[in-house]
């Protein structure tokens, strides 16, 4: 069973920046999408910022309250996903997970705590 291992969570100030890493423990094939998940205390968990895997080439989406902030991307050869984030707030404050789903399976990390304070 493949497993995914998120990294990169931590305190920040405001307009700070953070990267979040993905790391699977093994190859995941015939990937559908890969999504950075993120859900503050009391609230849904809501999707941050997604990658949708296509023959043709990836396509990239984001919640319109990251846009031009945060980025997403996957380095393969390390079976790894990144969310670079930038510009951080404090609303941007809670645990990030992330989620690799393809036609069988849907895998999920256990989450990073991201905390944005002065």
């Known amino acids: 069973q493949v497993q995914l291992v998120e990294s990169g969570g931590g305190l920040v100030q405001p307009g700070g920046s953070l990267r979040l890493s993905c790391a699977a423990s093994g190859r995941i094939f015939s990937i559908n999408t890969m999504t950075w998940y993120r859900q503050a205390p009391g609230k849904e968990r809501d999707l941050v910022a997604r990658?949708?895997?296509?023959?043709?080439?990836?396509?990239?989406d984001y919640a319109d309250s990251v846009k031009g902030r945060f980025t997403i991307s996957r380095d393969n050869a390390k079976n790894t996903m990144y969310l670079q984030m930038n510009s951080l707030k404090p609303e941007d404050t809670a645990v990030y997970y992330c989620?690799?789903?393809?036609?069988?399976?849907?895998?999920w990390g256990q989450g990073t705590q991201v905390t944005v304070s002065s």
């Open positions: 990658i949708i895997v296509r023959d043709s080439g990836d396509r990239t």
């Open positions: 989620n690799v789903k393809n036609a069988v399976m849907n895998y």
